[in-house]
């Protein structure tokens, strides 16, 4: 029989649930609780009668993952976590400390297919979509292996969160809500590389969550290069798109534009970069490129960066160089992977 992934539903999806099986509304908010309190199994629900959690044991299912390896950064301090799913696949996430707190970039989907040439997650393939328990349990099994409450979540691990739309919103509203983690929207971060007919969709949800869009290049034909999604939506197609969010949601655009010598770190294409998103209420991360095995890419250096930062400023868009976290046990952007 196949059991129902309890995880993933919303409190009044269990509560309709329990009423079709016979059971109170008030037993899904004792099951809801426990769930997210980290509960792995019914037998530890332990306010429910006995023969209660045996007939929910044989409904549905909890999900978890488990970690089967640990990287912790000399440097830093920061974390990174391989977990292994319910079917045998393998995820990672990785946790960082601030100081406003702590923050967990998760995993969406098992592999991606964008394959963007600079990034080691496409270069894993892909095997599945996450689900939204899965995505929920990489934050419960963090928080439980540290001890800690985790402030803010980043989804820009492996995958891309819009292309396993449904899911990614389902978590959104399971993991803010007052009976699930209750981490809200405005400390949730949306990384994606421009899946343009998702953002218009996302900008109707009207969710107060920040959207990162990385770009990478102000120049079609380099960034189709580095992101084969540009030959599908293109620079201004996808410009026109974060328009429309920021009008839709009122929030600021994040712009994610990894810097790799020789390649997309000129003045030409800064200043390009600067008149396309002249007005826009925006902000732009510049990354300074991570190592990947089996690419040849270099980060910029500090003259360029600094020269990049200054034009992008002087034509009065704000811009940072994003600080770099857990390098040397590639946990970096762009540096997730299932080496297993």
């Known amino acids: 029989m196949n059991l129902i992934d309890v995880k993933s539903m919303y409190l009044d999806e269990l509560a309709e649930d329990f009423n079709y099986i016979g059971y109170p509304k008030y037993r899904a908010k004792q099951v809801y ?10 037998n530890g629900m332990l306010d429910l009668p006995i023969s209660t959690r045996k007939e929910l044991a044989n409904r549905y299912y909890i999900s978890w993952v488990d970690i089967e390896k640990k990287l912790v950064s000399k440097i830093d301090g920061t974390k990174k976590y391989l977990f292994k799913l319910r079917d045998g696949e393998y995820i990672e ?5 601030y100081k406003h707190g702590y923050s967990i970039c998760i995993s969406t989907q098992v592999g991606c297919k964008m394959k963007c040439s600079f990034c080691a997650t496409g270069k894993s393939g892909f095997s599945r979509n996450l689900l939204p328990s899965e995505m929920v349990s ?9 001890d800690i409450r985790i402030s803010n979540i980043v989804l820009m691990g492996m995958g891309e969160p819009l292309d396993n739309y449904d899911n990614v919103i389902k978590f959104l509203k ?3 809500c007052n009976e699930g983690l209750n981490i809200g929207m405005r400390h949730i971060s949306l ?3 421009g899946v343009v007919d998702k953002i218009y969709k996302l900008a109707e949800e009207k969710l107060q969550l920040t959207l990162s869009v990385s770009l990478h290049s102000s120049i079609n034909e380099t960034r189709s290069k580095l992101m084969p999604i540009n030959k599908k939506w293109d620079l201004d197609c996808l410009l026109e798109a974060c328009r429309f969010y920021i009008y839709k949601t009122n929030r600021r655009i994040s712009f994610e534009y990894s810097m790799i010598n020789g390649i997309n770190d000129s003045e030409e294409f800064a200043n390009k970069l600067a008149y396309k998103l002249k007005g826009m209420l ?13 690419v040849k890419y270099k980060k910029s250096n500090f003259r360029n960066l600094n020269k990049f930062v200054k034009i992008l400023e002087e034509n009065k ?3 940072t160089i994003r600080r770099t976290l857990g390098s040397d046990i590639n946990a970096s952007c762009g540096q997730l992977k299932r080496n297993v």
């Open 174 to 176: 399971l993991v803010s």
């Open 33 to 42: 609780r426990w769930i997210y309190k980290g509960t792995k199994d019914f």
């Open 191 to 193: 990384s994606t590389c």
């Open 93 to 97: 996430s990785v946790l960082m400390k």
């Open 138 to 146: 990489q934050i419960q099994a963090v928080q439980e292996d540290n």
């Open 317 to 319: 868009i704000n811009a």
């Open 282 to 294: 925006c902000h732009v991360n510049l990354i300074p490129i991570n190592n990947v095995s089996g």
